[in-house]
């Protein structure tokens, strides 16, 4: 009995720290972001990266003495990047990652992973915030104004395959997505949740609160060596699981490592082609109506489904 309480253990220890948890999916944020700088320089008629580039950035960074500005609270500048890959690595616990089943998995665990992937820019605001660097205060009232503006969108578009599969827990709702493109049927959540990816991690064309020309690194202007190398992994670690997600729910499901693969690669070649073809919006042209037209496309989404289901039963 307590051999068996052991290898369960070790086993679930495995799964977090290692695969497909864990380093595996550090490793694949990584991975997936030299795809996306590889690609955007192709667009742009550039050679790119090579393969281990991200690998390499993120080493150096590590090796680097962190420094800690005066006059800031260095728990929060220590901790704040720490907390945010720790939320963006439990949240992946209870996605389909790799077209695997769960780690865990509970009734509303979509609700969680939407608010564990919510932290990375609350942990970049806070970050900026905390700083007296006037870069960093711009960087930090921009990320949460974008926050504000992006999240709920985001969370309504992955609620309508929550309502079209009856359930709030992800791994049911991925069962029931597995032989139906609810990108066709619901088309308007599809579009929404891309964007609202996109705003989330600061891509561009809606990178106003990292604009380097403007204010250089925005709310990260102050961090360096570790603390920057943490925040680089944590957006690695949101991109994938926030691909894995739209994949699950609007195109036929990751119900095997091919599918996930191949079906987060395309999508990421679509935000690729939106970072070519647009330039940067201001900040009042990223936010002032998404917050208010993201969400109405949705609803007017939910309202189609909701009387296409009546006209049905």
């Known amino acids: 009995m307590a051999s068996d309480i052991i290898k369960d253990l070790l086993v679930s220890l495995a799964a977090i720290l290692f695969f497909p948890g864990g380093l595996f999916l550090l490793l694949c944020g990584l991975l997936y972001e030299w795809i996306d700088r590889k690609l955007l320089a192709q667009l742009q008629n550039r050679i790119g990266p090579r393969w281990f580039q991200p690998l390499a950035d993120v080493i150096k960074l590590l090796a680097k003495e962190e420094v800690v500005p005066e006059e800031v609270d260095a728990r929060l500048f220590i901790g704040l990047p720490i907390v945010a890959l720790a939320g963006g690595l439990t949240a ?14 509970f009734n509303g665990d979509l609700i969680v992973t939407i608010y564990l ?3 990375l820019s609350l942990c970049l605001g806070l970050a900026g915030s905390n700083t007296l660097d006037r870069f960093s205060l711009v960087g930090a009232t921009r990320t949460l104004t974008q926050l504000f503006s992006y999240e709920a969108p985001f969370l309504l578009a992955l609620l309508g395959p929550a309502f079209a599969a009856g359930s709030w827990q992800i791994q049911e709702i991925a069962t029931y997505t597995e032989t139906r493109w609810l990108l066709l049927s619901q088309p308007l959540g599809f579009l929404v949740a891309v964007i609202g990816l996109m705003g989330k991690l600061e891509l561009p064309p809606l990178d106003a609160p990292e604009a380097e020309t403007e204010i250089v690194a925005g709310a990260l202007t102050e961090y360096s060596g570790r603390g920057l190398a943490i925040f680089r992994l944590s957006k690695g670690v949101t991109l994938i699981l926030g691909l894995t997600l739209i994949a699950a729910f609007y195109l036929g ?12 690669i395309a999508l990421l070649l679509i935000i690729v082609g939106l970072k070519a073809l647009f330039a940067r919006l ?15 496309l949705v609803l007017i989404q939910w309202l189609g489904m909701f009387l296409w289901g009546g006209v049905m039963t």
């Open 282 to 296: 201001r900040i009042d042209q990223s936010v002032g109506l998404w917050w208010r037209y993201g969400t109405l």
């Open 92 to 105: 992946a616990l209870y996605v389909p990652f790799a077209g695997l089943a769960p780690s865990h998995s």
């Open 117 to 119: 992937l919510s932290l």
């Open 253 to 264: 499901g990751v119900s095997n490592p091919a599918f996930f693969f191949l079906k987060t």
